[in-house]
T-cell receptor, first 112, second 114 residues
Framework: RKEVEQDPGPFNVPEGATVAFNCTYS??????FFWYRQDCRKEPKLLMS???SGNEDGRFTAQLNRASQYISLLIRDSKLSDSATYLC?????????????FGTGTKLQVIP | EAGVTQFPSHSVIEKGQTVTLRCDPI?????LYWYRRVMGKEIKFLLH????????ESGMPNNRFLAERTGGTYSTLKVQPAELEDSGVYFC????????????FGPGTRLLVL
């Protein structure tokens, strides 16, 4: 089993739709969680951190369920510019330093 | 503020040759990470420097890979001799402090070994 698992997609959704991605992780000692966005042939860029209480940034909502070991990302009112690959990233922080594991990413294509 | 930079952006070499990748982290960032993404796979951790010291190199695939960070500023990743399976995108990232700090990624070096 992979340490971080994501549905690779692609998710093809029309503009204005709401789309949700899930990510599961295997190591219960994982401490921090992030969603990164990666555009084609570009580097990953932080979209948002994920907290136990859930957090929202505009049209984006991220949630963490530690008991079930999964993280979700909800995108409301999808825009064409949201088309990208969304990477789930889990940080285990053993010994106080970061040990980051990436999921394979979920590809989103927003269609006009 | 300048971001993480990497050089070269692309490299095409023949099997058996040597290639050296360079990463300049964001100024003041003590933590520097190397990652690799091979075609169709997820981004995988290679190693982590704290200043000039290797904190974790558990992701380095084999002894053909050598990473250095002399002086705790920029880092180099040398592949010698390169093999076909080394082809991929090599990303560098940096962060300000250990713990849960956000990592900022460079644009990557696309390596193709023929």
């Amino acid at each position: 089993r992979k340490e971080v698992e994501q549905d690779p997609g692609p998710f093809n959704v029309p503009e204005g739709a709401t789309v949700a991605f899930n990510c599961t992780y295997s190591n219960s000692a994982s401490q921090s969680f992030f969603w990164y966005r990666q555009d084609c042939r570009k580097e990953p860029k932080l979209l948002m951190s994920v907290y136990s209480s859930g957090n929202e940034d505009g049209r984006f909502t991220a949630q963490l369920n530690r008991a079930s070991q999964y993280i979700s990302l909800l995108i409301r009112d999808s825009k064409l510019s949201d088309s990208a690959t969304y990477l789930c990233v889990v940080n285990q922080s053993p010994g106080g330093y970061q040990k980051v594991t990436f999921g394979t990413g979920t590809k989103l294509q927003v269609i006009p | 503020e300048a971001g993480v930079t990497q050089f070269p952006s692309h490299s095409v070499i023949e099997k058996g040759q040597t290639v050296t990748l360079r990463c300049d982290p964001i100024s003041g960032h003590d933590n520097l990470y190397w990652y690799r993404r091979v075609m169709g796979k997820e981004i995988k951790f290679l190693l982590h420097f704290v200043k000039e010291s290797k904190q974790d190199e558990s992701g380095m695939p084999n002894n053909r890979f050598l990473a250095e960070r002399t002086g705790g500023t920029y880092s180099t990743l040398k592949v010698q001799p390169a093999e076909l399976e080394d082809s991929g995108v090599y990303f560098c990232a940096s962060s300000q402090a250990t713990g849960q700090e956000t990592q900022y990624f460079g644009p990557g070096t696309r390596l193709l070994v023929l």
